[in-house]
């Protein structure tokens, strides 16, 4: 058995939770979220808590267990407490700003880059530095390929290390040609 489908899923309370068959709909301060379960998954709510239970051991089955788990967690997770991704911009002369639902980012191309935020995300830039931006949101699917399409205008080089990262990536920095000799 799935050693993560088999865990059970606490409920907070301020988490509502409706399962309408295969429809699944979990309400929270921070949003609601919706996602239709694959047939072969059912899901019992029992008091407090959700288990996920599959109709057979094959071997498709056994894999949508632990990921169905792992979905409905995440959704509930999102609508209570949200999720948080943040952003570091290294670069001379690179800087990002925030204009209501749209990103600018100025990243030494010969136009800034105006990246409409999708619904449900949220974006901050540290006042201090304009290099750190902090995106939030309750749907962690979207909020991670928010950000990686942010990273995607510049990644960073191995080199000088400029570009768009992850706060948690490391970059191995390569030497250059100057260090051969």
Known sequence: MSRIGRLPIKLPKEAKVTIDGQKLLV???KGKMERTIHPKIKL????DEIKVVRSDDSRPTRALHGLTRALVANMIHGV????????IVTGVGYKVEVKGKTLVLN?????????PLPDGIKAAVDSKKETKIVLEGYDKELLGLTAAK?????PPEP?????????????????GKAAAK
């Open 27 to 29: 309400q929270g301060p």
């Open 44 to 47: 019992e709510q029992q008091g």
């Open 80 to 87: 209570t407490q949200g999720f948080k991704r943040e952003l």
């Open 107 to 115: 990243l030494g191309y010969s136009h800034p880059i105006e990246f």
């Open 150 to 154: 942010i990273r995607s205008y510049r």
């Open 159 to 175: 080199y000088k290390g400029k570009g768009i990262r992850y706060a948690d990536e490391v970059i191995i920095r390569k030497a």
